[in-house]
């Protein structure tokens, strides 16, 4: 039985930093392209940082680039996110996921990040 576990949400101030953390059982990173992924208080979806399996690339979205960085520790089946100079259109429940980029077969519950003063 797979199961992610995203942790480390909560509310922070404007220009503040989280990191959040994603750990993993019945899979192995190392076997999948890992990804966070968030959704807005409307429903939409933005796949914010993937980190690929073959060269440990990372790629982010524009509304995050300079600002998050994702890195993932093999050895010990987790994900980091580590969020700086957070703004207010962060807010969102984030999730960690494994798949091949283009398919996340695996997600995890997702956390809260609320940005508010």
């Known amino acids: 039985d797979v199961q992610l576990q995203a942790s480390g949400g909560g509310l922070v101030q404007p220009g503040g930093s989280l990191r959040l953390s994603c750990t993993a059982s019945?899979?192995?990173?190392?076997?999948?392209?890992l990804g966070w992924i968030r959704q807005f208080p409307g429903k939409e979806l933005e796949v914010v940082a993937c980190?690929?399996?073959?060269?440990?690339?990372?790629f982010y979205s524009d509304s995050v680039k300079g600002r998050f960085t994702a890195s993932r520790d093999d050895a010990k089946n987790t994900l980091y996110l580590q969020m700086n100079s957070l703004k207010p259109e962060d807010t969102a429940v984030y999730y960690c996921?494994?798949?091949?980029?283009?398919?996340?077969?695996?997600w995890g519950q997702g956390t809260q990040v609320t940005v508010s003063s």
């Open positions: 996921a494994a798949g091949d980029s283009t398919v996340w077969s695996y």
């Open positions: 019945g899979l192995r990173f190392e076997d999948f392209d």
């Open positions: 980190t690929q399996k073959r060269n440990r690339n990372t």
